[in-house]
């Protein structure tokens, strides 16, 4: 029995049956990431011991039928920008070398309480900037499916881990496509919820106003688990949404018959890879086939989006990180002549050089005598892109479009040009930007064998719809559960 490569709802079941425990599921996993993570490098941190007291406590649960959740007992990773009470969280950034976090952020401790078990914290993107996981300060983050290429960012990491059957699933974060794009680079399901849906305490702030967790699965029936546990009102952050929480499981299997599908003319652009193409207008007429209505929409402030979000993620990314001063947290470089000087130096060290590139666009887009030109201007566009959305979703229920342009690249090929880096977030950045849900399905591979995914995006809050297409398509296509052989 290959216990690494099950989802949540099929561990979930032998869980209960009692035909696994919680312990050999956790120790298998365990035994996986020591065989392989040297190849992958999706972990910063294995937390095994912890993982598996968390797994015993799972089974006790269980055998005493206490408060037991379909994610009990089940091993996940969650990006290093999650505080773990106790454990060292980092988000890839020496800057926060040796931060040992006080406190769990919500989304761990709500998935805790569920019973998951955390086997260990996935690389990242330093401070979750960037679009191939080469932005970590600590290593680069390999792609299963071929090693030579990255596995998207900012949360190439959970991607990856759960891509390599390192875990069941994990937890990352989307600011601006960093789950859904490397969901689709690594061939797994990616989950972005409506900006408020989940609870951001404790997540390390990049762009407060765009930041927002979910989970990467291996289907969607296990994002729609993992989405419920960690869902859901959190009086700790100010912008968590106070709506009541669905039953995601109750509907998704309720298929897209007579559901309008809306197909935005600018998302199939020149340019854009032809197998991805292929891919996804083949995912398009299987929901077709399914009975979904496909009905041609427009987004026409597309084009500014990437300029939009760079600015106004800088901004916020540039006011976030001024609390990296070395007096707080982790990293001080002690030599220095004053207090102003210490700041510089622990920056000028802590910081790498994507970060810094951030900070100083941001700084500079918020000083006096800029700020109406670019940040104002830039909000202003945002609520145009925002609009857009609303008046497509007067004529369909749920979008759908490619994930990303292309399929994963080789690591290097764009570190040199960050424009072009910043445009393999075409497709994914207007979704946060409007706040609204998007998933990434996979929806096949090119011929070099390399996961393509089908993003399908929702109205604010609905969640339930988003995941229904996305499993009316998942279960025609004949189901995700592909692993790459390492
Ligand atoms: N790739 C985008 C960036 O570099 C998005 C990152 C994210 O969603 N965290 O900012």
Redesign the pocket.
């Known amino acids: 029995m290959d216990l690494n490569s099950l989802t949540i709802h099929a561990l979930s079941e032998k869980l209960s049956k009692k035909e696994v425990s919680s312990v050999e599921a956790t120790k298998a996993y365990l035994e996986r990431i020591g065989a392989i993570d040297d190849k992958i490098k999706a972990f910063l941190v294995v937390t095994a011991d912890e993982a598996l007291r968390q797994a015993e406590e799972a089974d006790k649960r269980r055998a005493q039928n206490n408060n037991v959740t379909l994610l009990t007992g089940v091993p996940i990773s969650v990006k290093d920008i999650f505080c773990t009470k106790g454990i060292r969280t980092t988000c890839a950034s020496k800057i926060l070398a040796g931060f040992i976090p006080p406190y769990d952020s919500t989304v761990v401790a709500r998935l805790k309480e569920a019973g998951a078990v955390i086997l260990g914290k996935n690389n990242m993107?330093e401070f979750?900037?960037?679009?191939s996981t080469e932005n970590s300060a600590f290593q680069k983050t390999a792609n299963p499916w071929a090693l030579e290429r990255v596995p998207g960012?900012?949360?190439g990491g959970s991607a990856a881990s759960v891509a390599a059957l390192e875990c069941a699933a994990s937890v990352g974060?989307?600011?601006?496509?960093?789950?859904r794009?490397p969901a689709a680079l690594c061939g797994v399901v990616g989950f972005k919820p409506t900006y408020g849906r989940v609870s951001r305490f404790g997540m390390i702030a990049?762009?407060s106003s765009?930041?927002q967790a979910g989970p990467f699965t291996r289907d969607t029936i296990d994002s729609a688990i993992m989405l419920k546990a960690m869902a859901g009102f959190d009086p700790k952050d100010s912008t968590s949404i106070d709506a009541p929480v669905p039953d995601y499981l109750s509907e998704i299997e309720k298929g897209v018959k007579g559901l309008k599908v809306g197909i935005p003319k600018e998302y199939f652009i020149e340019g854009m890879d032809v197998e991805v193409e292929a891919s996804v207008r083949e995912a398009l007429k299987i929901l077709e086939k399914e009975g979904a209505v496909l009905v041609p929409v427009s987004l026409p402030h597309t084009e500014y989006a990437v300029a939009v979000?760079?600015l106004v993620?800088t901004a916020e990314a540039s006011s976030n990180l001024a609390r990296y001063d070395g007096v707080k947290y982790g990293l001080r470089v002690n030599e220095s002549r004053n207090l102003l000087d210490m700041y510089k130096k622990t920056r000028d060290s802590g910081f790498g050089g994507?970060v810094k590139r951030?900070i100083m666009l941001g700084t500079y887009s918020l000083s006096a005598g800029y700020y109406d030109a670019y940040y104002k201007k830039a909000s202003e566009v945002r609520t145009l892109i925002k609009n857009d959305f609303e008046t497509a979703f007067k004529a369909c229920d749920v979008i759908a479009t490619p994930t990303t342009p292309t399929p994963a690249f080789r690591f290097g090929e764009k570190v040199a040009d960050p424009l072009t880096?910043?445009l393999?977030?075409i497709f994914?950045?207007s979704c946060?930007l409007a706040g609204i849900p998007g998933v990434s399905v996979p929806c096949g591979f090119t011929k070099g064998m390399l996961p393509i995914g089908l993003q399908i995006l929702g109205k604010p809050l609905d969640e339930t719809t988003v995941l229904r297409a996305a499993r009316a398509y998942e279960r025609a296509a004949g189901g995700t559960l592909q692993a790459p052989a390492l």
């Open positions: 993107d979750a900037m960037g679009s960012g900012s949360s974060t989307d600011t601006g496509g960093s789950i794009q990049f762009a765009l930041d979000y760079y993620a994507e951030r880096m910043y393999s977030d994914t950045i946060n």
